[in-house]
């Protein structure tokens, strides 16, 4: 009797899971039709991972080009809000010197009316990482730039 029962129920979940899949007859199947329309990798420190490739929000994008970019002296004038050049400068301009381009993970952006927060993994060698947070805002000619960031 007890096999009997435990046969029904392993046909069930055979049953349950072929439906969650929209019907497919295999699980193969199942996972070639969702298209890719999964989600990024929670992690820790900073939540649900941005998808690079297609991104939540048009301040990411700004963001990615930002922190991939070389040091030079026009890295502020090219991506940081021309209110916030001189006090970025000054407070992070020797750090951001020692790390960029970076090799960088966003979390998923939260937008807060005219500004956008985005928690930032900055991968060290070794597999250390610091966890930055970045602030943007736009400009008047509506370019998202960066206007604060928070070091640890």
């Given at each position: 009797m007890v096999g009997l029962q435990r046969s029904i129920f392993i046909l069930f979940l055979i049953g349950l899971s072929t439906v969650s899949l929209g019907g497919a007859a295999t699980v193969y199947e199942g996972v070639l039709g969702l298209d890719g329309q999964g989600t990024f990798p929670l992690d820790s420190p900073i939540g649900y991972m941005e998808d690079p490739s297609q991104p939540s929000h048009p301040a990411i994008?700004?963001?990615?080009?930002?922190?991939?970019?070389?040091?030079?002296?026009d890295w502020f004038k090219r991506y940081v809000h021309p209110s916030a050049v001189f006090a970025l400068n000054k407070l992070h301009g020797k750090r951001l010197s020692l790390t960029l381009p970076a090799t960088i993970a966003f979390g998923k952006a939260k937008v807060h009316s005219d500004q956008v927060f985005l928690p930032t993994l900055i991968y060290r060698t070794g597999g250390e990482f610091e966890v930055w947070d970045l602030f943007l805002t736009q400009d008047s000619d509506g370019n998202w730039l960066i206007h604060s960031i928070t070091l640890p």
């Open positions: 994008s700004s963001a990615y080009i930002a922190m991939n970019d070389f040091y030079r002296p």
